[in-house]
């Protein structure tokens, strides 16, 4: 995009010219290019497409929009910091003049039925930040934080936070504001102070609201082009043992866009994504045993193991009952029941009885194929039996977790192993086939996850894809102001670790590992995630 700041045509006369393309002298400016379209095949997918803040009707209902001086936490930090528009200096956007007395609010829009129901994770603590900074580094007079609900300061450290707020002379109150209107330059605000149960009109120069962090606009039509769920609220669903799995295999997820997450746990989760997609483009470190198959999948013999679990099961359902039941079962020709059907003892006397008996379907009645199918399968394959003839059914964690009637929770379970025994009859033998991976990523999305992402693919050896939709990699840290929450020092300010991580990202690029797409999105995937066309910016 031509900026017309920085046009060399000064003034505009609005004929055209060549003077920046004669200028730069790296020839990259071609009046002529258009966005094009890329197809590129990666074996590993990263989202790290971030968050936005709530721009909906409640930040109207504090004020937002009416009165000058009612401005967001975000436009706050542009104020605070030295390449903001007022170049550090926090002025009230009516009159350019220095404020006095400022009101910071949590939880606007967010832990809220009406608009956002859950909590945005990490305002309570950059509030705390922000007021330090106004009162400490700009010497306003009167720093209020209100927190409408109970103040989280979670996360190594924070807490000290909260309590060098008060050290500072920060006023804390715990209430719900009401923006009454405006007098001489002043917000009108009257809230009741909950802890001291009294009702109070205060007058500020300026009110910053902390709105609810929420998913990028874009993040169902991005959800759609690489099919993955997401959750009710919009953000990435992610399997609840491990954060940074998505609803599809090879496709992970890094940072905020999975739901509000602060920079250093980004960067953690951005480690962790890198990680496993490493490992899912380089397959086949691990190699499988190999088992003949001797067991034929034809004519259908059926075999029922039911768990007690210990009394997690027993307890509750009848499993003697059970495994009667199972033994009426059409093709059930071997029903027991087992104390623990995950022990060895137990899978190797699953082992046993599929080679005794020929059994060329198996059944277990136990808890989640998620986290035990894998055992079962491999007491098969020892027993010479394909592997994906054997079923599992959750008669634990969907029935006896959840009914504590015996009656109910046995009949149930018996319906569950009806089904699944009906299930394996349409099974057939499957074999695994090993498939070329291509040793490339990519990651769509360049704030603090995306860049621990791609640099950790990059550092690996893994030819890395970086997308980003805007002309700029650093995501939501280039509008923070410098100084880190975790502690206000300047070593650990956040502008020299975002320009370390760009050194990094520059070397990387170097080497040609790592590609970076800025003004680029995804635009549609082919063949499961290997081929993606993506929209390269001119
Ligand atoms: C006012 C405020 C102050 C804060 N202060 C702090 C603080 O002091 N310390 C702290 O730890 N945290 C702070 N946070 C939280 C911090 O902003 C987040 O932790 C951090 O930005 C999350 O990083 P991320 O990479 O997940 O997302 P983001 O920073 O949001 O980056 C996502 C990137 O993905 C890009 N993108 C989005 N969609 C697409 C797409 N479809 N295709 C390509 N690119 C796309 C975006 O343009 C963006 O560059 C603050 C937040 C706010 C609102
Ligand atoms: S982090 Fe604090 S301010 Fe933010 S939504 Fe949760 S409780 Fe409210
Ligand atoms: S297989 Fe599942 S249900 Fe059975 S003992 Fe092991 S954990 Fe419990």
């Known amino acids: 995009m031509l900026d017309i700041d920085h046009c060399l045509n000064k003034p505009p006369n609005y004929f055209p010219c060549d003077r920046c393309a004669k200028a730069c002298d790296r020839n990259a400016i071609i009046y002529t290019m258009m966005p094009k379209v890329i197809v590129r095949d990666v ?13 909906g009707d409640v930040l109207g209902e504090y004020g937002y929009g009416r009165y000058m001086d009612v401005v967001t936490s975000m436009e706050f930090e542009r104020l605070v910091n030295a390449s903001g528009p007022s170049s550090g200096v926090v002025v009230k956007p009516s009159t350019g003049e220095e404020p006095e007395n400022v009101l910071l609010v949590s939880c606007v829009g967010s832990r809220n039925n009406k608009h956002n129901d859950y909590c945005s994770g990490f305002c309570c603590t950059y509030l705390l ?20 609900n109970d103040v989280r300061t979670y996360g190594k450290g924070f807490e000290g936070f909260f309590d060098r707020a008060l050290k500072e002379g920060i006023n804390i109150v715990w209430g719900r504001p009401e923006i009454l209107g405006e007098r001489n330059g002043k917000i009108i605000v009257r809230f009741e102070d909950t802890r001291n149960k009294k009702v109070a009109v205060n007058e500020y120069d300026m009110v910053v609201l902390a709105p609810s962090a929420k998913p990028v606009n874009d993040m169902s039509k991005l959800s759609k082009i690489l099919s993955i769920s997401l959750d009710r609220v919009g953000f990435v669903r992610t399997d609840p043992t491990n954060p940074t799995l998505t609803t599809r295999p090879g496709i992970f997820v890094a940072g905020s866009a999975s739901g509000p997450r602060d920079i250093s746990e980004s960067v953690v989760t951005g480690l962790a994504s890198a990680i496993q997609a490493i490992r899912y483009a380089s397959p086949g470190v691990i190699e499988e045993e190999k088992y003949e198959e001797t067991i034929e999948p034809y004519p259908i013999r059926v075999g029922v193991f039911v768990c007690h679990c ?12 059970l495994v009667e039941a199972a033994k009426q079962m059409p093709d059930v020709v071997h029903a027991e029941d087992l104390q623990f059907a995950c022990a060895k003892s137990s899978l190797d006397r699953i082992t046993e009885v599929i080679k005794e008996k020929k059994l060329n379907r198996v059944v277990v009645a136990s808890c989640s194929p998620v986290t035990h199918l894998r055992f079962f399968q491999d007491a098969a394959r020892r027993a010479g039996l394909n592997p994906y003839l054997v079923e599992m059914t959750n008669i634990r964690n969907l029935d006896t ?20 025994v009906a299930k394996v009859h349409h099974m057939v033998p499957l074999q695994t086939i090993k498939l070329p991976v291509i040793k490339r990523a990519l ?23 970086l997308v980003e939709k805007a002309d700029e990699c650093g995501g939501m840290l280039r509008r923070l102001n410098s100084l880190s929450l975790r502690v206000l020092k300047p070593e650990n300010c956040l502008i020299g670790w975002l320009r370390r991580l760009e050194r990094l990202v520059l070397s990387l690029c170097l080497a040609l590992r790592l590609r970076m797409c800025l003004g680029s999105q995804v635009t549609s995937t082919w063949f499961s995630v290997m081929v993606l066309s993506l929209m390269w910016g001119p």
């Not at 590993?44 to 968050?51: E, K, M, Q, R």
């Not at 930040?129 to 009167?142: E, R």
């Not at 990651?443 to 894809?465: K, M, S």
């Open 401 to 420: 977790w959840v009914h504590n009637d015996r009656k109910i929770a046995t009949e149930k379970a018996k319906d569950m192993i009806r089904m699944a």
């Open 443 to 465: 990651v769509v999305g360049c704030g603090p996850a995306g860049l621990a992402a791609a640099t950790g693919l990059a550092g690996a050896g893994i030819e890395t894809i």
């Open 129 to 148: 930040k922000q007021g330090i900074y106004a009162k400490v580094l700009h010497g306003i007079k009167n720093v209020t934080i209100m927190y409408m």
């Open 310 to 321: 210990g009394t997690n099961i027993a307890g509750v359902a009848d499993v003697p009952a």
């Open 43 to 55: 074996a590993a997918v990263i989202v790290s497409t971030g968050f936005e803040l709530e721009k």
